[in-house]
């Protein structure tokens, strides 16, 4: 089979990324430029979109020279269909649809969450394994079965990710307009000495974490501990409740391997703590590189050839997005042909 190069663009939030991959699985070049609010606010999707807009050219640019491919050498051109930020999407589909119409090449819409499972997988080098999705937008636990990736749990309402971020900023440990503030936090949390109980709702296989905020901020406006105390114990709380119900599903499912993706999983913590557990059913442990682990173009191009390779391609007229994709109404057709 032909050796196939894809442009993948990636633009479902605050990153507008573009990613080379080979059909081989070469990854040969990566450029991206992420969206900064001004203090004080969060992720304003127009803005957003409009910064999508003013970086794409140089984003492009940067990718096709570091990768030394022209523009027409490319077999492929994937975009993120969904899920995410509507007019963040919209503006990415018609840069990848202007591109496709230019250089007639075959158009691909890309599901972001698979496209973080399948990077994931290519980097780890696992086949089957149980996942976990820990992002800005998402807390999953997945599976591959019948065609699908099946969600087994997740939250409820707000994601882990969010619920520790809204903490960060609102006890003043990061500035409101840095939009990973996860590391400052960590830090603070690695100082805490004392546990204080909080809110642990795990409810099934499906988990909720706004009460578990709301605690630790009551807690931290009527200073009735430490700031210290207070990240290690809601870190602590938070991520004992992820790791629970990836043990159930580990046991349930029988699956051999563990796989950590999306940008929460460079939390050091939640390594530790899954590593630990996976141990004591014999199975092993697998996290995607920190730089695939947040949005970008390189996990949407390797999962547009997939596609593309299993006779996936969008007609430009079809090619409207989808703002609330759910991840299980993603037809796996590159796993079901090697199932």
Same mark, same amino acid.
């Given at each position: 089979?032909?050796?196939?190069?894809?442009?993948?663009?990636?633009?479902?939030?605050?990153?507008?990324?573009?990613?080379?991959?080979? @059909?081989?699985?070469?990854?040969?070049?990566?450029?991206?430029?992420?969206?900064?609010?001004? @203090?004080?606010?969060?992720?304003?999707?127009?803005?957003?979109?409009?910064?999508? @807009?003013?970086?794409?050219?140089?984003?492009?640019?940067?990718?096709?020279?570091?990768?030394?491919?022209?523009?027409?050498?490319?077999?492929?051109?994937?975009?993120?269909?969904?899920?995410?930020?509507?007019?963040?999407?919209?503006?990415?589909?018609?840069?990848?649809?202007?591109?496709?119409?230019?250089?007639?090449?075959?158009?691909?819409?890309?599901?972001?969450?698979?496209?973080?499972?399948?990077?994931?997988?290519?980097?780890?080098?696992?086949?089957?394994?149980?996942?976990?999705?820990?992002?800005?937008?998402?807390?999953?636990?997945?599976?591959?079965?019948?065609?699908?990736?099946?969600?087994?749990?997740?939250?409820?309402?707000?994601?882990?990710?969010?619920?520790?971020?809204?903490?960060?900023?609102?006890?003043?440990?990061?500035?409101?307009?840095?939009?990973?503030?996860?590391?400052?936090?960590?830090?603070?949390?690695?100082?805490?000495?004392?546990?204080?109980?909080?809110?642990?709702?795990?409810?099934?296989?499906?988990?909720?974490?706004?009460?578990?905020?709301?605690?630790?901020?009551?807690?931290?406006?009527?200073?009735?501990?430490?700031?210290?105390?207070?990240?290690?114990?809601?870190?602590?709380?938070?991520?004992?409740?992820?790791?629970?119900?990836?043990?159930?599903?580990?046991?349930?499912?029988?699956?051999?391997?563990?796989?950590?993706?999306?940008?929460?999983?460079?939390?050091?913590?939640?390594?530790?703590?899954?590593?630990?557990?996976?141990?004591?059913?014999?199975?092993?442990?697998?996290?995607?590189?920190?730089?695939?682990?947040?949005?970008?173009?390189?996990?949407?191009?390797?999962?547009?050839?997939?596609?593309?390779?299993?006779?996936?391609?969008?007609?430009?007229?079809?090619?409207?997005?989808?703002?609330?994709?759910?991840?299980?109404?993603?037809?796996?057709?590159?796993?079901?042909?090697?199932?």
């Amino acid at each position: 089979m032909k050796r196939l190069l894809c442009l993948g663009i990636e633009g479902t939030a605050h990153t507008f990324g573009a990613g080379i991959v080979s @059909s081989d699985g070469e990854i040969i070049a990566e450029s991206k430029s992420s969206y900064i609010p001004p @203090s004080g606010r969060g992720i304003h999707p127009r803005e957003a979109s409009q910064h999508h @807009s003013r970086v794409a050219d140089e984003v492009l640019r940067e990718a096709f020279n570091k990768s030394g491919v022209r523009p027409r050498e490319i077999d492929l051109i994937a975009f993120s269909q969904g899920p995410g930020l509507g007019p963040c999407l919209r503006n990415t589909a018609t840069i990848a649809r202007a591109l496709s119409v230019y250089l007639n090449k075959p158009l691909v819409g890309v599901n972001h969450l698979v496209a973080h499972i399948e990077i994931g997988k290519l980097t780890s080098k696992t086949r089957d394994p149980l996942i976990l999705i820990l992002s800005g937008g998402t807390t999953q636990l997945l599976g591959y079965e019948d065609g699908r990736y099946r969600v087994f749990g997740e939250t409820l309402d707000i994601t882990l990710a969010n619920c520790i971020d809204t903490f960060a900023r609102e006890t003043g440990i990061v500035d409101a307009g840095n939009p990973w503030p996860g590391p400052a936090f960590d830090k603070i949390a690695s100082e805490g000495r004392s546990y204080i109980p909080l809110p642990y709702t795990v409810k099934g296989m499906d988990l909720q974490f706004s009460g578990l905020l709301t605690a630790a901020l009551k807690m931290f406006r009527e200073k009735s501990a430490s700031l210290e105390d207070l990240c290690f114990s809601l870190q602590e709380t938070a991520l004992s409740m992820v790791v629970e119900v990836v043990e159930r599903a580990l046991a349930q499912t029988g699956k051999k391997e563990v796989l950590l993706t999306g940008g929460f999983a460079r939390n050091q913590r939640i390594r530790d703590m899954i590593r630990e557990m996976v141990k004591l059913h014999n199975a092993t442990f697998h996290v995607v590189p920190s730089e695939y682990a947040t949005d970008n173009g390189v996990m949407i191009a390797w999962t547009g050839i997939l596609a593309y390779q299993s006779g996936l391609k969008l007609n430009v007229e079809n090619s409207l997005v989808k703002p609330k994709w759910r991840i299980e109404d993603t037809q796996i057709v590159w796993m079901m042909k090697n199932s």
